[in-house]
Nanobody
């Protein structure tokens, strides 16, 4: 399966934005879809994950309460809703999949696609 993240863009601090992940050449079935971000000079950071089959979610403590992951089975997409954005949320946002629930390390995820840029202005 190939993944492609889209959405994002430029947003003011305190605002909201959504980024979505679409699959091609396969489906999300039986996977956990994870969202990550990477800022310049920093390591790739786990944000949240969702079980495609069951809809359960889990998040990094750093974004819990501000970011929400949800899926749309009809559209075959997984979306990351980001609220109360801060300049430090500026990064390239990526989605990827893994076969097991609860994973957080980027090394445990596969099918990384091109990310999408989110820039938060102060």
């Amino acid at each position: 399966v190939q993944l492609q993240a889209s959405g994002g863009g430029l947003v003011q601090a305190g605002g909201s934005v959504r980024v979505s992940c679409a699959a091609s050449g396969g489906t999300f079935s039986s996977t956990t879809v994870g969202w990550f971000r990477q800022a310049p000079g920093k390591e790739r950071e786990f944000l949240g994950g969702i079980s495609w089959n069951y809809g359960g979610t889990y998040y990094a403590d750093s974004v819990k309460g501000r970011f929400t992951v949800f899926r749309d089975k009809a559209k075959n997409t997984v979306t990351l809703q980001m609220n109360s954005l801060k300049p430090e949320d500026t990064a390239v946002y990526y989605c990827a999949v893994t076969s097991a629930w609860g994973r957080r390390s980027p090394r445990e995820f596969q099918s990384w696609g091109q990310g999408t840029q989110v820039t938060v202005s102060s």
